[in-house]
């Protein structure tokens, strides 16, 4: 379709080859985007730096138009004439696409051209995407054992339930995105089979950068989160990542689950929460949330060569990053359930804000050995050989939005955890480096590379 904007602003049209708009990008890159649905909206800006109106005579899509649909100054098309812009003045163009399926798992980049002609002058603009086909879920309840398969994401509309007494397995590689307020539960018991070449990812479904360099992937409120109902047993997940929430993972009265190397991360509100369940966590990353990384409320739970942090980015902190509810009885709730049972080994809760809820234990069943805490403390019953009011020198730099909780080769955790307290199950961190001889307190043995 061609459109005419013709806009008698001014007379003094600059027509000399020499003036030529200038652009915001030389590639606009939409990224990796689903296939067989719009994308989201891109956009970038044309300026005239010069002392006149330039006029843009024609503006179109070297293809004609069959895959990215374009918005130029207000007005939609595919090509347009006659564009003007004044002086020391820009315009936007808006990108959006719809990309077809692949046919097959492996991506596939779409690219056209998108020409300005100003002066006899042509100059393009490079528009990209990468397509990836998925499989789509709505509402889907799993009634009976079932597997997923890894050669395809999962998108998942509205809810994913899986029954009682019906198991459902996710192996290794298998990435499940999440629409807006899509939320996971289950009843019955959940396996992930993830693996530190190939993790398994809970997710949500908004691809490439809310602005710059700020990623999706750091954003929570994306999906409700995953919910384990109350008496849901044996469930076991396993380097599995988990992030963009609302609630992030709640486990209820008598759930039982097994984490290994998993990280749960930018909730809004909190990263885990174990209500009264039997709850354990090793090599784990808890961290990135605006009420605080753990709650546990009763129940049993330990924790072992764990990180709990918080530098959570886009909202006020409004709580401690360990948080412990109806562990004594100063603190009982009146639920008449039995009070917290707590273990916390060779881990380390250290971030923005206040590390841990609790300042005294005495007379509970809440350790923590061989812990290193940001608060300025000392040990006693509770509180057993801990390393105190040290800085761990993770790699995280807020600022620059990178959030990694590896170690510093200078931190006071490397090599200093107990190897008497290290799990079997703990011998390998997430990344699958070797913990012992010399294992370090917290979740990674794991160098950062350069």
Not at 325 to 334: G, L
């Amino acid at each position: 379709m061609a459109m005419s904007l013709v806009a008698c602003i001014e007379d003094g049209i600059d027509t000399s080859p020499s003036s030529q708009p200038t652009f915001s990008v030389d590639t606009l890159d939409i990224g990796v985007v689903f296939t067989d649905q719009p994308t989201p909206t891109s956009r970038f800006m044309v300026y005239n730096r010069y002392d006149k109106i330039i006029n843009i005579s024609n503006i179109a899509l070297r293809s004609g138009g069959s895959t990215f649909r374009l918005n130029v100054d207000g007005f939609s098309g595919s090509s347009f004439q006659n564009v003007e812009i004044r002086p020391k003045d820009s315009i936007y163009v808006f990108v959006e696409a719809t990309l077809r399926p692949n046919g097959a798992p492996e991506l596939t980049e779409i690219e056209d051209i998108l020409d300005f002609t100003t002066n006899g002058v042509t100059q393009s603009v490079v528009l990209r995407a990468e397509g990836q086909d998925v499989t789509r879920l709505r509402g889907e309840l799993i009634e009976a054992d079932t597997r997923f398969e890894s050669a395809y994401p999962y998108q998942v509309y509205d809810s994913l339930v899986v029954a009682e007494n019906v198991t459902l397995t996710i192996p290794a590689g298998t990435t499940l995105h999440f629409h807006d307020k899509a939320y996971m539960r289950v009843y019955g018991r959940l396996v992930t089979e993830g693996t530190p070449e190939k993790p398994v990812n809970f997710c949500g479904d908004r691809t490439g950068s809310v602005v710059g360099d700020i990623s999706f992937d750091l954003m929570a409120s994306q999906w409700d989160g995953l919910h384990f109902a109350p008496e849901s047993r044996g469930n076991n997940l396993s380097h599995t990542v988990i992030r963009n929430t609302v609630s992030g993972v709640v486990a209820d009265s008598l759930s039982q689950v097994t984490f290994l190397n998993c990280r749960l991360r930018n909730s809004a509100t909190y990263s885990l929460v174990s209500r009264y369940s039997d709850m354990r966590l090793i090599g784990c990353e808890v961290a990135e949330a605006a009420d605080g990384a753990l709650a546990l409320i009763g129940g049993k739970f330990e924790a072992n060569h764990c990180t709990f942090a918080n530098y959570y980015l886009f909202a006020a902190l409004r709580g401690e990053i360990v948080q412990l509810y109806h562990y004594d009885y100063e603190n009982d709730n009146n639920s008449g359930m039995p009070y917290l049972e707590a273990r916390f080994s060779n881990s380390i809760i250290y971030g923005n804000g206040t590390d841990f809820s609790a300042k005294s234990l005495d007379g509970s069943a809440v350790s923590l050995r061989r812990c290193l805490l940001k608060s300025n403390g000392s040990d006693d019953e509770n509180f057993i050989d801990c390393i105190w009011d040290a800085d761990p020198l993770y790699y995280t730099v807020r600022e620059d939005y990178l959030f990694d909780y590896r170690l510093q080769p200078e931190s006071p955790a490397v090599a200093s955890a107990d190897p008497l307290l290290t799990l079997p199950e703990a011998s390998r961190d997430a990344y699958g480096a070797p913990r012992l001889p010399n294992p370090n307190i917290g979740a990674y043995q794991a160098v950062k590379e350069d």
